[in-house]
């Protein structure tokens, strides 16, 4: 009689650990699906990197950008800016 309730103890546990695993929170389809929302997830992020990365490079160009722009607008054209003197060295 105890070894008959042994075997349906291990009977019951064997039958309850193969609904968890295809049935229960840590199921192979649901393992499965939460894979597929991560990829998904990941390769919005990499949408949103590169966006991130393409607003930075603009806001840097428009920072630097007037600045390169005021340095040419110098050197090739010889503009000044407002109370300011120009000193024209003339090499040889």
Do not use: C, F, P, T
Not at 22 to 27: A, K, P, V
């Amino acid at each position: 009689m105890g070894s008959r309730s042994v075997m349906l103890s291990l009977i019951a546990l064997l039958v309850i650990l193969h609904a968890q695993l295809w049935l229960g929170r840590g199921s192979i389809s649901n393992v499965a699906q939460l894979h597929a929302q991560l990829k998904m997830q990941a390769q919005l992020n990499q949408k949103a990197v590169q966006a991130n990365q393409q607003l930075a490079a603009e806001v840097r160009d428009l920072k630097e950008g007037l600045e390169m722009i005021e340095e040419k607008a110098r050197m090739e054209l010889g503009m000044i800016k407002i109370n300011e003197i120009y000193v024209q060295i003339a090499r040889r």
